[in-house]
């Protein structure tokens, strides 16, 4: 398998950040060169799902704007290309945010309306008093597809200023705060159980279901002024920092140093948080002291030291030494790129 990558040179630094951080930038751009030349094949990334082809698109829009290229503009021309029938059937109501994301974040407001507008379906108050359903089937509402309205609703505000979008966040959050989706270890579990009583399902607590509303929450602050939306972003990172680190490194629950559990779906979750962590604190202009951001840059460290193989490629596994099990595929390296492209956005 590592025979197959092309390692490629470095490209120009970008002047537009202080010294520290340059490296976390310079890293980036190496890990998207590598990335596409890789695996973005014929304007896609194979059998990869479409929601991994839209955060890649995500991370890699926001390298364009960090080092001052724009190398990656077209990705999401034809990442989706395979997908659409997929994605537009209605089917995967979080699959269509991160769609959505990708494509406000790429400039395509009617794009990303399409494809909110179709998560906006699954609103519904009739099981468990609100929020949104995961799928078609109508039966489970769970974390990922709610905490992501939160932002997309947020992000949407944000371009339109158009007030129904604000409403819907706080909707969505009021919701989401009153439901008993949050474990008592502060992160939030899968999904609530569809038995009737919307109990905590003890699913399990991914790192993405962590940051996917932070972006939101920022936003909730930046235009209501909401203190408390600033205290329950830091509590939330507080319990991933408390709960989900091994030695200072995030840990996916499904890996270890000797074995890997994760699907390309799990190793693409914790460049989400990281960089969805980089998007809150970028929105909302609220660390504690350097923590967060400390935490970010802490995160892409490991992932120089211990994820490492061929120069420029990286492995899922960022808290320790490869025991024998990490795997380098196209979300593992989406992953890295997404947490280094944070760890560049924090001042050094
Ligand atoms: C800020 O972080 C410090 C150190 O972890 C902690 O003691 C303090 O409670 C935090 N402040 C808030 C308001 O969360």
């Known amino acids: ?30 890990a998207a060169a590598n990335l596409q030349a890789t695996y973005f094949v014929g304007g896609s ?44 059937n209605g089917d995967s109501f979080d699959d269509v945010q991160w769609v959505s994301i990708a494509y406000l974040r790429a400039g395509n407001l009617a794009q990303a309306q399409k494809y909110y507008d179709i998560a906006s379906t699954a609103v519904s108050t009739d099981y468990c008093g609100g929020g949104l359903f995961w799928n078609g089937n109508h039966d489970y509402k769970n974390a990922i597809t709610n905490e992501l309205y939160i932002t997309t609703s947020g992000y949407m505000y944000d371009v339109t200023k158009n007030g129904q979008y604000l409403t819907n966040l706080q909707n969505t959050w009021n919701w989401l705060k009153a439901s008993k989706m949050m474990g008592s270890n502060g992160l939030y579990n899968d999904g609530l159980s569809n038995d009737g009583k919307c109990n905590n399902n ?4 991914w790192t993405y279901n962590q940051g996917a509303l932070l972006p939101g929450l920022a936003y909730l602050y930046k235009y209501t002024g909401d203190e408390s939306a600033i205290q329950s972003a830091w509590a939330i ?54 923590k967060y951001s400390g935490f970010i840059m802490a995160q892409a460290d490991k992932i120089l030291q211990f994820s490492t193989g061929p120069p420029g490629f990286y492995s899922n596994l960022w808290y320790d030494a490869n025991g024998g099990a990490a795997t380098w595929t196209a979300s593992s390296q989406a992953s890295a790129l997404g947490a280094l492209v944070a760890a560049g956005q924090q001042n050094c």
């Open 45 to 88: 990334y194979g059998s990869q799902q479409p929601w991994i082809n839209a955060v890649g698109s995500f991370h890699l829009t926001e390298l364009d704007t960090l080092a001052g290229i724009s190398t990656y503009a077209g990705v999401i021309d034809t990442t989706f290309n395979p997908w659409f029938g997929q994605l537009d």
């Open 1 to 30: 398998m590592l025979s197959t990558f092309a390692s490629l040179a470095l490209l120009a630094s970008s002047p537009l950040v202080s010294a520290t951080c340059q490296k976390y930038v310079d890293a980036a751009v190496t």
């Open 237 to 290: 990172m507080d319990a991933v920092i408390m709960g989900m680190t091994v030695n200072g490194g995030l840990r996916e629950s499904c890996e270890s140093t000797t074995a890997n559990f994760c699907n390309a779906d799990q190793q693409t979750f914790k460049g989400i948080l990281v960089h969805y962590m980089s998007w809150f604190l970028s929105v909302s202009g609220r660390d504690n002291g350097s």
């Open 202 to 205: 003890g699913g399990t607590q």
